[in-house]
């Protein structure tokens, strides 16, 4: 089974600032990969599927990139409606457990 | 506007049984795989079943594999989680997923959108 990474856990930001969250897969998993925001009692929210395209009605300040094995979303100018927990998921192979990285939940410095 | 609602959570004692319903609305129910995903309280999201369009095919999680079934009605626009032998490790959130995709030049892609809005099962004495 592939096993998803993601970088880091958790982080402080301010608004306006750069974001920037990694995900690294456990064995090249070519463009096959979809990014997730997840607000505190709220069901997840696509945000970017096959790596770099995104999901329409997602504001443009989300980004992301990569292929292969290692993987980034970036947020260009974070606001206050982007805090949040942010996940990666793989679409390259079998889904198992695995299937999505740890999380990475970004908070207000 | 395309819906999923989840039904069915409770709590149950360890070994005991549970169905969990997913209502869709909006879209052609019948033309999709559908998913169920997972959350601990607390932690992260865990994929853990899928079936195709017709209910020909599922697959599921080790963690779940022959104590959970998926089914469907496409008659009823209503997918199904049976949770069998229920272990306090099943206490999660449950959410029900639509399974979109997209033909690129460079492969098929595929992701769960949209999400219901979970329903929440604990399993504990």
Redesign the interface.
């Known amino acids: 089974d592939i096993q998803m990474t993601q970088s880091p856990s958790s982080l402080s930001a301010s608004v306006g600032d750069r974001v920037t969250i990694t995900c690294r897969a456990s064995q090249s998993i070519s463009s096959y990969l979809n990014w997730y925001q997840q607000k505190p009692g709220k069901a997840p929210k696509l945000l970017i599927y096959a790596a770099s395209s995104l999901q329409s009605g997602v504001p443009s300040r989300f980004s992301g990139s990569g292929s292969g094995t290692d993987f980034t979303l970036t947020i260009s100018s974070l606001q206050p409606e982007d805090f949040a927990t942010y996940y990666c998921q793989q679409s390259y192979s079998t889904l198992s457990e695995g299937t999505f990285g740890g999380g990475t939940k970004v908070e207000i410095k | 506007e395309v819906q999923l609602v989840e039904s069915g959570g409770g709590l149950v004692q360890p070994g005991g049984s549970l169905r969990l319903s997913c209502a869709a609305s909006g879209f052609t129910f019948s033309s999709y795989w559908m ?1 169920w995903v997972r959350q601990a309280p607390g932690k ?4 853990v079943s ?1 079936i195709n369009s017709d209910g020909s095919s599922t ?1 599921y ?3 779940v594999k022959g104590r959970f079934t998926i089914s469907r009605d496409n008659a009823k626009n209503t997918l199904y989680l049976q949770m069998n032998s229920l272990r306090a490790e099943d206490t999660a959130v449950y ?1 029900c997923a639509r399974d ?1 995709s ?1 033909l ?1 030049w ?2 098929e ?10 329903t929440l099962v604990t399993v504990s004495s």
């Not at chain 2, 892609?109 to 979970?118: N, T």
């Open positions: 998913h992260g999201l865990v994929w899928r697959s999680a080790d963690s959410y979109g997209v690129l460079f492969g892609f595929h992701w769960f959108d949209p999400w219901g809005q979970g």
